[in-house]
């Protein structure tokens, strides 16, 4: 009796944590996006079109996706023992320069510092920025900075629908 209920109890754990693919919503979002689930996890969005993710550097030309050794700062580049987090990501003073972050009324949000060594939001250093072109971006949390090389920009926080503009301070 023991032995019978031992094998029904195995054979009922086993079909029980069997592993699931994506819901076919979520594979959607993946096929409208050009992302993939590693390339989420390096910043591109799920939730933008593919032609935003490519524009933003996420998706090169042939459809492949960014590798972050090239377009992306991740931890793994300061292994080394050195400070070169934006090197390989096009700032080199493109973009250099203090902003403020602005909301729809007015009001002030936060202060950016953009430097060759790093981006920096209120003084938190920026891990995962993009430089693609004439546009710089990063995230902070759902919160995405976009900053054109005129100086000026916006962002939006896609959980509480909050958005605005970036200005250059003097």
């Not at 944590?17 to 409208?32: F, G």
């Not at 689930?37 to 799920?46: F, N, R, T």
């Not at 209120?122 to 004439?134: P, S, T």
């Not at 959980?159 to 605005?164: K, V």
Request: aromatic share 10%; glycine share 10%; hydrophobic share 25%.
């Amino acid at each position: 009796m023991k032995k019978r209920v031992l094998a029904i109890l195995v054979v009922g754990l086993v079909s029980a944590t069997t592993a699931c693919a994506i819901s076919p919503a979520q594979r959607a979002k993946y096929e409208r996006s050009g992302c993939t689930q590693v390339s989420e996890l390096q910043g591109c969005d799920l939730n933008k079109s593919y032609e935003w993710n490519e524009r933003h550097g996420f998706i090169n030309n042939d459809g492949e996706q960014q590798s972050h050794y090239g377009k992306h700062h991740h931890r793994d580049n300061q292994q080394n023992g050195y400070n070169d987090n934006h090197s390989d990501a096009g700032i080199n003073g493109k973009f250099a320069g203090n902003y403020v972050v602005k909301f729809d009324n007015g009001e002030r949000g936060a202060d950016i510092h953009i430097e060759d060594s790093g981006v920096y939001l209120n003084g938190k250093e920026m891990r995962d920025v993009n430089a693609y072109n004439d546009t710089l971006t990063f995230r902070d949390g759902y919160a995405t900075y976009t900053i054109r090389d005129n100086h000026r920009g916006t962002w939006k926080d896609e959980d509480s629908g909050n958005h605005g503009n970036i200005y250059a301070s003097r």
